[in-house]
């Protein structure tokens, strides 16, 4: 069983267009996040969600848009892609109301290269 | 602010050699102290991790002692396999209600047979 899904694995796009990353998670957590992975392997935290409630959204273009409809979903929307969009996107979740000392169990990550 | 540095790799062993790789912290309070691992083409999953001072961490031969006195965090295994081979995340989180995980930059791990 699949704790933290996310569709498309694979996403390659043309430089302006708009996509979505979709992220489910069945392991009854109450938050959920999105992390961006660049080339070097750095990850950094750009959303967190609880409970449908955003918690933290770091300095990130306004282009990207979380949307969450109940809280086993997160969906990532990117308006007008640009090529240092290119990354790798991971969904995770974790137990508690907050992060904070929470163990994150991630997703499998979306390859998204812009061209 | 929270901040995690680790060493830089990547870090290539011989089967069964002793792995160490550093990890130090900077935090307020008393934060909580992770490993996470990334095997090629996978997600993160938490290797270990410790929530107080003194604390050891340990799972699948690894293993990391919280040391609040040196603000550090060091993963050890005593015989590393093929198997390990990925790529190692030091972690910290505060307790607070909008502290976030703060990942060091991972250090990449080969093993060669």
């Known amino acids: 069983d699949t704790a933290v899904s996310q569709t498309p694995k694979y996403l390659v796009t043309q430089m302006g267009n708009d996509k979505s990353i979709k992220c489910e998670q069945n392991?009854?957590?109450?938050?959920m996040y999105w992390y961006k992975q660049d080339s070097k392997k750095f990850l950094k935290i750009m959303f967190s969600y609880n409970n449908k409630e955003l918690i933290i959204n770091e300095t990130v273009p306004n282009r990207f848009s979380p949307k969450s409809p109940d809280k086993a979903h997160l969906n990532l929307h990117i308006n007008s892609l640009e090529l240092g969009d290119s990354a790798v996107y991971f969904c995770?979740?974790?137990?508690?109301?907050?992060?904070?000392?929470?163990?994150?169990?991630f997703g499998p990550g979306t390859r998204l290269l812009v061209l | 602010g929270n901040s995690v540095t680790q060493m830089e790799g990547p870090v290539t062993l011989s089967e069964e050699a002793f792995l160490t790789i550093n990890c130090t912290y900077t935090?307020?309070?008393?934060?909580?102290l992770f490993w996470y691992v990334q095997y090629p083409g996978e997600g993160l999953q938490l290797l270990l991790k410790?929530?107080?001072?003194?604390d050891k961490g340990s799972n699948k031969g690894f293993e990391a002692t919280y040391r609040k006195e040196t603000t550090s965090f060091h993963l050890e295994k005593g015989s590393v396999q093929v198997s390990d081979s990925a790529v190692y995340f030091c972690a910290l989180s505060g307790r607070t209600s909008y502290d976030k995980v703060i990942f060091g930059p991972g250090t990449s791990l080969s093993v060669i047979p």
């Open positions: 995770a979740s974790s137990h508690g109301k907050t992060s904070a000392q929470e163990t994150q169990y």
């Open positions: 935090a307020t309070g008393y934060p909580s």
């Open positions: 392991l009854g957590h109450d938050t």
């Open positions: 410790a929530t107080k001072a003194d």
